[in-house]
């Protein structure tokens, strides 16, 4: 059964440095995400993207944060500077085209020191 | 402004007993899913229901949806051991294929066996 992965599982990096992390989405999808989960916290959601570009984002994705589709196949976020409270688990998901469920990764947990 | 609540935020039973979880959010919306995490974990999705339906089912899993109360829940028949995680309602506002998902923040159950 087709699922979406995501790397590395976990990624540890000191304050100030960037970060890629990858998804790679389920082959046939269209529609793809990121999600992040403070420990302890709920899933709030980060960016939406589709046809090569942005359709939505919240207000925790900021300048700091950007995404991309390199190739047919990966799915990129990048946070530029991190900061301590960018730890946490992020969420890649993906959806087709007329099909309401969204299919998430096993995630990446960060944590910056 | 939060979307999704569950009650309780923690549930504690014994194995073979059923468990109730509940959700209620606040705009309207196209559809509500739930999802199970484990510990630490990728999120898994239960089931799905729309707006225009009243009752689902999926094996031991039963979610009832009340938009003029906006609120769902979630039953879990003859629960395992196995079943002890984190659960979450989400919400889709949109009808495009292309929406974010609002999250609760959880209702963690624990089976105890």
């Known amino acids: 059964e087709p699922e979406v992965t995501q790397t590395p599982s976990h990624q540890v990096t000191q304050m100030g440095q960037e970060v890629i992390l990858r998804c790679v989405p389920i082959?046939?999808?269209?529609?793809f995400y990121w999600y992040r989960q403070i420990l302890g916290q709920k899933v709030e959601f980060l960016v939406s993207f589709y046809n090569n570009e942005i359709s939505e984002k919240s207000e925790i994705f900021d300048d700091q944060f950007s995404v991309e589709r390199p190739d047919g196949s990966n799915f990129t976020l990048k946070i530029r500077s991190t900061k301590l409270e960018d730890s946490a688990m992020y969420f890649c998901?993906?959806?087709?085209?007329?099909?309401?469920?969204?299919?998430f990764g096993p995630g990446t947990r960060l944590t910056v020191l | 402004s939060q979307q999704g609540e569950e009650d309780p935020q923690a549930l504690s039973i014994q194995e073979g007993e059923n468990a109730t979880m509940n959700c209620s959010y606040k705009?309207?919306?196209?559809?509500l899913q739930w999802y199970r995490q484990n510990s630490g974990r990728g999120l898994v999705h239960l089931i799905l229901?729309?707006?225009n339906e009243r009752e689902k089912h999926s094996g031991r899993l039963r979610v009832t949806l009340d938009t003029s109360k906006k609120s769902s829940s979630l039953l879990i028949t003859a629960s395992r051991a196995a079943d002890t995680a984190s659960y979450f309602c989400?919400?889709?506002?949109?009808?495009?294929?292309?929406?974010?998902?609002?999250w609760g923040a959880g209702t963690k159950l624990i089976i105890k066996p």
């Open positions: 989400a919400t889709a506002w949109t009808g495009d294929s292309n929406y974010q998902l609002i």
């Open positions: 229901i729309r707006s």
């Open positions: 082959s046939n999808h269209l529609y």
């Open positions: 998901a993906s959806n087709g085209q007329g099909v309401d469920e969204q299919f």
């Open positions: 705009t309207s919306i196209n559809n």
